[in-house]
């Protein structure tokens, strides 16, 4: 409910904002739709709900293909954007001629009951020329805080379905393209996961999938 008024208050119009719920078993769907339902602002909103759990990266393919705006940003639904968020980036964006492919920012970093303990600073992405660069050192970064350039998507294909996170990689398509820089703003709360949440055991089969899952994402 959070990450969604989030989005819905935010001071850039008129904004194109798709709900998507991935085939979740909790009343994910249900709160999106209330608010949706309820919601009369200037903002557009779609609602989608994948009859399969796709995954983060085929999820995020999906929901690319149905944006229609110069830029997307993400947002998760566990963290909260700041009311200036979108008009910040954009302006950031415009001051620099819509050069940059990828912008992100700094962010907040929020316990699960949702206080804010300090900030989480971004690595400043301008640093990163090329490819050797990345691999001398990667950058320090969060995918809840990101904004993609429509050329950015266009100039690659879509991301590997078995990537379990498309941050470094989008990451790494900006660097290359020589377009990612940081708007060194907090203008999300990101938010740390249940610390009291049971770790989950894991056979040697399961294990032997995340070793493999870890080395495509690498």
Partial sequence: TEAVESLLSQTYSPLEIILSDDCSSDSTFTIMKSLKDS??????????????????????????????????????????????????????????????????????????????????????????????????????????????????????????SEIRAEDQVMTFRAILTGSAMTLEKPLVKHRRKNEREKIKELNAQSKRQTIINGNINS
Avoid at 69 to 87: E, N, Q, V, W
Avoid at 123 to 152: M, V
């Fill in 39 to 160: 919601y009369k602002g200037p903002h557009k909103i779609k609602l989608n709900r994948n009859k399969t759990n796709l995954g983060i990266s085929a999820h995020i393919n999906k929901l690319v293909a149905l944006t229609h705006g110069d830029l997307i940003f993400c947002a998760a639904g566990d963290d909260i954007s700041l009311p200036k968020r979108c008009s910040e980036v954009v302006s950031f964006w415009l001051d620099h001629n819509k050069q940059p492919d990828l912008i992100a920012t700094d962010a907040y970093d929020m316990t699960f009951n949702g206080e804010v303990l300090g900030l989480k600073k971004t690595s400043p992405l301008s640093y990163w020329k090329s490819a050797e660069n990345w691999f001398d050192q990667p950058p320090y970064i969060l995918g809840a805080n990101h904004t993609w350039s429509r050329k950015l998507i266009d100039r690659f294909p879509s991301l590997n």
